[in-house]
């Protein structure tokens, strides 16, 4: 972000104020490794990006190791200057630690290093000051990256689960549409929901991958649902960076045509993030898909500012909104407050909302009487398979025959 608004050359130069802070503020403690000279001690090292090092030897300490290497990465916390301001630029930083010991972790220089690191990014996940490495996080690393090989191969040969989840005008409990889901069941029979499944396919690059396969689902299932006579949308989650493929638009035109489905048929749900960017690319994507009839919902919606100022620009169809926190909501709670607000922000945009994870009939009552209209979760389906859904239809159309 610095080097955008900055240049490089600007933003090393802010970045040299942190190191010299820093450096200064270690450059008499002899326990830091000095890779300098004794005349003038560096106690400090750049890495590469963000990332610095400091070596300490704890070897001749009579105290308990962690707490020595805790009140070192409290000392350099403080050692932080303040907002730091360069040419009508403003910035703050905030150390995070990695922990890792040298002959414990590993007698190899660069392990040890990579070790710290990945201990970094966990005390930076769990917005912690510091966290030491330790097996259980090698092993999870290594659990993550069979994760990443095994849905490669379950993209390619096709071993996902497929399902739908109907959405439901809530008075007249007429079905809209249907939104497709996805579960993959692991080797080791641990299952995984699409947003697990999306969060490990953007850390191994399959990410992609994936959103075309869901286009690909989600043209096979309109074929079946539309042989049923049942002309509703389908909508399909994808990643904003799937969003952003030059081919991406041309894979689900290609994908139309295959099936003889209309687009019109098609609605994507993006995520808000994809608002705030406020890229020409991110636009023209979704110019482009509403050009071919496909609509555009965002999901997980906040209803913050900076979002509602690009509703409008994005000419989006829809957004969604979790209730899941209703299940433990009182009376006058902000949850209600929000979600009111939302229902009645969007009524007057003439916006469809849609309430996610209906999951208690307590929730869409809640949900109801603060003025929601439409909704989808495990209270009227936990997914149907494609199989599934002519007999779970007809019971459907039975159990609300008045309301039809």
Not at 40 to 57: K, N, T, Y
Not at 113 to 138: G, H, K, T
Not at 234 to 251: N, Q, R, V
Not at 309 to 324: F, N, P, T
Request: glycine share 4%; hydrophobic share 45%; aromatic share 8%.
């Amino acid at each position: 972000q610095v080097n955008r608004a900055l240049g490089h050359h600007n933003s090393d130069i802010v970045l040299l104020q942190l190191a010299y802070c820093l450096q200064k503020s270690m450059a008499n403690n002899d326990d830091l490794l000095n890779f300098s000279s004794p005349e003038s001690p560096v106690r400090i090292a750049r890495l590469q990006g963000l990332h610095f090092l400091a070596v300490m030897d704890v070897s001749q300490s009579k105290h308990n190791d962690e707490i020595i290497i805790e009140q070192l990465c409290k000392a350099l916390a403080i050692a932080v200057p303040g907002p730091m301001s360069f040419k009508s630029f403003s910035s703050a930083f905030k150390l995070v630690f990695g922990v890792a010991y040298v002959g414990k972790d590993s007698n190899n220089v660069s392990e040890v290093i990579a070790c710290a690191e990945d201990a970094l990014l966990q005390a930076d996940n769990q917005q912690q000051l510091l966290s030491f490495f330790n097996q259980e996080l090698a092993t999870f690393n290594q659990q993550q990256l069979q994760k990443m090989e095994q849905l490669k191969y379950a993209i390619q040969h096709d071993t996902l689960q497929w399902n739908l989840q109907p959405q439901v005008a809530l008075n007249s409990k007429i079905i809209i549409g249907f939104e497709l889901e996805v579960n993959w069941q692991r080797q080791d029979d641990e299952h995984l929901n699409l947003a697990d499944m999306m969060a490990i396919a953007e850390q191994s690059g399959e990410d992609y991958a994936l959103s075309r396969e869901m286009v690909s689902q989600a043209f096979k299932s309109l074929v079946e649902v539309q042989q049923m006579e049942v002309p509703v949308q389908l909508a399909i989650k994808i990643t904003s960076a799937s969003l952003l493929e030059p081919d991406f638009i041309d894979y689900i035109e290609q994908q139309s045509s295959v099936h003889e489905v209309s687009c019109q048929f098609l609605l994507v749900e993006i995520k808000e993030e994809i608002l705030l960017m406020a890229s020409p690319q991110a636009k023209a994507s979704i110019d482009q898909l509403r050009s071919l009839g496909v609509e555009i919902v965002i999901d997980e919606f906040s209803g913050s500012y900076e979002a509602l100022r690009y509703i409008r620009k994005l000419a989006v169809s829809g957004i969604k909104i979790d209730c899941s926190t209703l299940a433990k909501a009182k009376a006058g709670s902000p949850d209600k407050a929000i979600i009111n607000t939302l229902i009645t922000l969007t009524r007057k945009m003439d916006l469809p909302l849609i309430g996610t994870n209906i999951n208690t009939q307590a929730i869409e009552e809640m949900y109801i009487a603060l003025g929601g209209e439409y909704g989808q979760g495990q209270h009227y389906s936990t997914g149907i398979s494609l199989d599934e859904l002519p007999h779970w239809l007809a019971a459907w159309h039975i159990q609300y025959a008045d309301n039809a």
